[in-house]
């Protein structure tokens, strides 16, 4: 079975709508703030998505610009602006940064209530403790799509491919913190195929294109690719896709799987965000 990310997000999209719509009756318009330093242009092209998402279901959206220069102090001066304003609920900042920045500053100068990208040391360190809030929107993703299919988590056999802070490690604590079994695997994993082949769900966030071959994978799998890759032509994931359709139980395509549901998460956060500033 293909997961359809693009269904399952305009369901979460049609949520967020009615909760924005609930907000509006009370005067209040949730307000996002991108931050994008430089002009790498696959960042420009992930921003205007975001922005055309949020205008879809009535978030005001602006962006904040910065030249390829800019200083960390003059970053963290702009996002500590963004900080005080009461019309913006959340705060998203795009990634890469150009050389010279560090993301993990610029993440912690975020106010952890605003931080709709759950990247904050008090997001993270609530989800380690089983206490979620705002959380990396991909895991968010992935949860919620295994929620809909009705595969449940509880004492599932579970494998990562990637140790991101922004997939593997969030991932990992939430399916954690449902009671999952959780491996998690890397570049430095000797013997891959022997932990995929046990997974009864798969995520896979490598960003090497085709890692996963069908002989890895156990028949009827729940396998989400999170891997984006550009091999000739095309837009690839992680995982040999036609080969291993054909034994999954459920398999999210490259493009048009993960990502959906992505922005969809961070539209949703962004209205949890304005509800709990409010409340």
């Known amino acids: 079975m ?9 369901e979460v999209e049609a949520k967020t709508k009615a909760r924005v719509e609930k907000l509006a009756a009370r005067g209040i318009v949730p307000g996002l703030a991108t931050v994008l330093v430089g002009a790498n242009p696959a960042s420009q092209m992930y921003i205007r998505l975001k922005h055309s998402a949020c205008t879809r279901v009535g978030i005001r959206s602006e962006n904040v610009m910065l030249p390829e220069d800019a200083t960390c102090e003059q970053l963290i001066g702009r996002i500590r602006e963004l900080n005080l304003r009461s019309d913006i609920h ?27 990208d759950g990247f904050h040391p008090v997001n993270m360190g609530a989800l380690l403790l089983g206490a979620e809030r705002l959380v990396p929107c991909t895991p968010r993703g992935i949860i919620y799509a295994l929620e809909r299919l009705g595969k449940g988590l509880e004492g599932a056999e579970a494998v990562i491919v990637g140790h991101s802070n922004v997939v593997g490690k969030p991932l990992a604590a939430m399916m954690l913190n449902r009671n999952a079994t959780v491996q998690v695997c890397h ?28 002989e890895m994978v156990r028949p009827g799998a729940y396998v989400f690719d999170v891997g984006i890759s550009r091999v000739g032509d095309k837009t690839v ?30 539209l949703e956060q962004t209205v949890q965000a304005a509800e709990s500033q409010i409340a």
């Open 2 to 10: 293909l997961i359809d990310g693009k269904a399952l997000a305009a």
């Open 237 to 266: 994931g992680d995982v040999d896709f036609d080969a291993v359709k054909d034994i999954a139980a459920a398999i999210t395509p490259v493009p048009g799987g993960v990502g959906p549901l992505t922005v969809a998460m961070l």
């Open 90 to 116: 959340g705060i998203l900042m795009q990634l890469p940064l150009p050389k010279g920045l560090s993301p993990q500053k610029a993440m912690m100068a975020i106010a952890p209530e605003k931080d709709v």
């Open 187 to 214: 570049v430095f994993t000797k013997d891959l195929a022997k932990h995929t082949r046990d997974a009864e769900i798969l995520a896979v966030a490598a960003g090497v294109p085709a890692l996963i071959k069908k």
